[in-house]
């Protein structure tokens, strides 16, 4: 009987925990009041994670019993999984504290027993946040705390853990830094970067459930002095270690079993380019429904609907399409009460196997709609042009005005301010977002020092180009035959193969395996790009092919085959084939100098049927400066395709042939770019470079070699990204001997 009677007792402690298990939580204030009769107005918003109900909260308490009221609004559950698995939800509750104190500053606790069951063995948890009650010199208003919150359910295999970034967002732009909670370690193999605010795996991660017990701490990056409410000032000093404003981020992660791979968009989720990035700061106002949409894409996989991390009411819409893709739509519409608010908003897609990654936004709401000036943006291969209409935007100054990087000027006229830039200056940043890659940068107001008060509207314009990202070939069964894959939102999947013939029948493929390929003097080179794509009736355009001593298509050092559409070589040679087929013949050549190797990168445009005006009807371009912005839905941005390297191992063509106007020459200065000229003898140019073209009008010299590497490169993905075919065909087995085992 007493053996029972314990049974009993521990049936009914196990039953007690597991009902009140906790999965972590997340404060946000508002920006907090002082006032007229003395006392402070503090707001906060607690968020609470559970599984399969979140209709109770833990308890808050006035930590430093100064509190002449704490009004809990009714906990609302703002989140939960709808597949009734009760995987994940999510609560909000809201608190107004009124405070009448002489002490500098204020905090709020809530604390328990019991975590949900974790490897780390950590049960009591605590939720803390501690704010400074000094009027700041620099903002003249009380301190605002950090932003974060988190989604109730991080899941992510074990293999695909590298980073996980977390939301900090300072509403006074102080240093924000997380660190673990003084009595809380990191999980084994788990590194916190306490600047970045993210994690990263180290190791092995152990499979399970992992706690993490986080505090955000707000540092003003220039000194400033608190005035507190009894007249008594602080100066803080940049340098110091002690936060003004702290608050706890506490969540559970599970690390779960290996998948076979961790490629985005095959199994796990990868976020479209039409889902806001990480750490975007959007706007709301009083009144006026705020439409947040989220796109996410798994092609293997099924995404079933998307966690949310929002306020009270903020509604869902779920939706799914085609090839895996399935959408978001939240929609909150703010109260008066919610003026002024900061709305930490965190989304996830879901699968049954796995998770997306995370992403934030923090969303402000205002009284009346931000003003929305008209800003146009246009981009080029390696460069962007941002313009602003002034008239849309009253009171705007171009001298109050930055891009980024400061140095980079602004310029304007009298109606419009414009701004230009390289993808690599001007403090353009790079951004993956998941299906593109993004170059992003911004225009903002700045405060002239020593001045009081700022009298200007802030301006913040952010803008970017974004330019598709290829995409690995083991995910498209129908496209596995293409070495260079890309999608577009208007074209979907489409893929091109670069291949070099044994002949003008352009049928045998010189095969991988009989590379480095020699080709000997008077040989020509027969070869052919193919485009496959999903749509019917496109039509393939070659915009350019060109001749680099390397795989980097942007070398100053390199020659023209053909160039906005037109051919510039003699010897080069178009087959007629059908509209997505460009096979062509070319004789051999070689760059002069200590250059081995030749690569050709062609630009390729697929065109949609029946548009007079699109790249591909419009041909050779002798005068291409003025050409007409492409019609997105109607064309594809172009793509390099790269081919080589081909090496020149054969004889050296004799020095008496290489006389006359056969040898193009380039200068002595690389960087500078000039048309070709002719030079009688091209080994006189020494450290120079030259392109020797053809030698005799019938005799070239060419000789393939190389272990015929083709660079996958997208367009924008040309400064930055280069995978080579060999990998992505060594990818592609391993891959799909994962799969077959
Ligand atoms: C704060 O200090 C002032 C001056 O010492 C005093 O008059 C006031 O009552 C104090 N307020 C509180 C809430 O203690
Ligand atoms: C103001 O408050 C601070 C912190 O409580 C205290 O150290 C200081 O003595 C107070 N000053 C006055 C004038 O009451
Ligand atoms: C802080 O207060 C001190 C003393 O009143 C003053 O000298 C200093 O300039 C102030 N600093 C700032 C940043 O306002
Ligand atoms: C949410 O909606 C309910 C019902 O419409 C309403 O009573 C409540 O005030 C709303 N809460 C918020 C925070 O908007
Ligand atoms: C996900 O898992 C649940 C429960 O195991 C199952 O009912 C559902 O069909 C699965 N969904 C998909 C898309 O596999
Ligand atoms: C100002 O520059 C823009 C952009 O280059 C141009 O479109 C506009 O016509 C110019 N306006 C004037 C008045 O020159
Ligand atoms: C091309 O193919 C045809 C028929 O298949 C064949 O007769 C011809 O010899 C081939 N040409 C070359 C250059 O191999
Ligand atoms: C594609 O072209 C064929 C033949 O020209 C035509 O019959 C067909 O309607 C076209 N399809 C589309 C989608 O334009």
Known sequence: MENGGIFMLLFMLLGAASALSFYGDSISF??????????FKVDFYHRENGRSSCQDQSGFTCDSGVCTSFDVSSVLQTDQDNTGQGRWCQSESHTTAIISTNETSFSVRSSDCCWVSNIDGQTTWTSYAELDLGIRSDTRALNSCPLTTTVSSLRVPRNCFS???????????????????????????????ENQCSLSSTGEVGVGVHVFELMLEDFPTQ??????????SRTREAADTSPVCTVTLQFSMEILPPIPTCELGHVQPVFLSTTPSH???????????????????????TIH???????????????????GVAAVTLSWTPQQRDLHRLVPVCFTAETNETQSEMRCVVVIVTQTPVVKGKATVECSPNKMTVTLDKASMPGIDVNYLKLSDPTCSL?????HIMGSMSFSTCGTQLEDK????????????????????????????????????????????????????????????FGYSFEIFQDNNFTDKVEASAYPVQVHLLDKLYMGIQ?????????????????????????????DLVKNGCIKDETFKVYSSDRTSFNFEVQAFKFTGNYDLVYITCSVILCKPGSPFSRCAQGCLQNPARRRKRELSMQTAGHYISQGPLQFVGPDVPSGAKDGNNVMKKGDTPAAVSPPHVSPDPRSSGGGWEVKAILNANISTLVLAGCFVASVVGMAVVLYYFSRKRNAEDSRALIVSEWEN
Do not use: W
């Not at 508002?30 to 006392?39: H, V």
């Not at 750490?279 to 996989?301: D, I, K, N, Y």
């Not at 310029?411 to 109606?415: F, P």
């Open 30 to 39: 508002m920006p907090p009041q002082r006032r007229s009769d003395g006392t």
């Open 163 to 193: 980073t996980f970034r977390l939301l900090t967002y300072d509403p006074d732009n102080d240093r924000v830094r997380c660190r673990l909670n003084a009595d809380a370690s990191a999980p084994s193999n788990i590194a916190l970067d």
């Open 223 to 232: 000194n400033i002095n608190l005035t507190y409410a009894n007249g008594t």
């Open 279 to 301: 750490g975007e700061v959007l706007h709301a106002s009083v009144g006026q429904t705020f439409h947040l949409s989220v796109e996410a894409q798994a092609r293997h996989s």
């Open 305 to 323: 609907d998307f966690q949310i991390s929002g306020p009270q009411n903020m509604t869902k819409v779920f939706a799914d399409g085609r090839y």
């Open 411 to 415: 310029t304007s006229n009298d109606t």
């Open 434 to 493: 998941g299906d593109v890659i993004a170059f992003k940068n911004e225009i903002h107001s700045f405060e002239v020092a020593n001045e009081i008060i700022t009298r200007r509207k802030r301006v913040k314009i952010g803008f970017s180009c974004q330019f598709p990202k290829s995409i690995s070939i083991s995910t498209y069964y129908n496209l596995r035959d293409s070495d260079y894959i890309f999608t577009e939102s208007s074209f979907g999947s």
């Open 531 to 559: 485009a496959k794509s999903e749509l019917s009736n496109v039509t393939l355009f070659v915009e350019s092919c060109k001749a680099t001593p390397d795989d980097n298509p942007e070398n100053a050092l390199s020659y």
